[in-house]
Structure formats: C-alpha cells, structure tokens
C-alpha cells in the first residue's frame, strides 16, 4: 500500500527557519517525482517544489529563494527547507509522489499524504 507520511509541522515565529519530511513507501522508489505543495484555509492547493529522479528541480516563482527542497534516496524521504518563515507561509503541507515528471499541478499527481501543518506567528 502506498503511503506518504509528512512530518516536521509546527508553530514557530517569524523568521525561523523548518524542515518538513515526508517518507515514502508501498512502492514508490527513487524513480519518481516527489513534490510539496501547500494548502491555507480558504485558498487553493498551490505547488511549492518538485523533484525528479534525475535531480532535477523545480519551483514556483513566487516560492523561490526560501524553499529548498531535497531528497534521501536510502532513506526513500524527500524534505522541504524552510527558511525565514512569513505568517503568510501558514498552512497544510502535503508530499505529492509521480511516476513521471509533471508540473506542479496538483491533479497531475498520483499519490498524497495528510499532510502537516506549518502555523507562523508575527
């Protein structure tokens, strides 16, 4: 069965800095793309940052600078850096998982976790 477990969330101040993981299993492997995308109340689902097998990255303009994303292939977990945390970065955190590459659109991918969530103070 596949499973996508996020982990890291929190409540932290302006400023801070924090590192989501999400671990992978049931199936998914190093040949597919993992991605983080953020859900605030109200808005919709938007991409933060993608990852393929290759190495290759990708993010959305408005995410980049403050948004590293990583992965761990032996540990089969890909992470999310956070750095300088807005309180307009609150909101639920989900890990995406794609047998293909695919553009940070949230219907294009395949699997998902629960998510966790991230709450910023000023």
């Known amino acids: 069965q596949v499973q996508l477990v996020e982990s890291g969330g929190g409540s932290v101040q302006a400023g801070e800095s924090l590192r989501l993981s999400c671990a992978a299993s049931?199936?998914?492997?190093?040949?597919?793309?993992l991605a983080w995308f953020r859900q605030a109340p109200g808005k919709q689902r938007e991409g933060v940052a993608g990852?393929?097998?290759?190495?290759?990255?990708r993010s959305s303009i408005s995410m980049k600078g403050r948004f590293t994303i990583s992965r761990d292939n032996a540990k089969n977990t890909v992470y999310l850096q956070i750095h300088t945390l807005e309180p307009e970065d609150t909101a639920m955190y989900f890990c995406?998982?794609?047998?293909?590459?695919?553009?940070?659109?949230?219907?294009?991918?395949?699997?998902w976790g629960q998510g966790t969530q991230v709450t910023v103070s000023s």
């Open positions: 049931g199936g998914i492997d190093s040949t597919y793309s």
């Open positions: 990852l393929d097998s290759d190495g290759s990255t």
């Open positions: 995406a998982a794609a047998r293909t590459p695919q553009p940070l659109i949230s219907p294009l991918w395949d699997y």
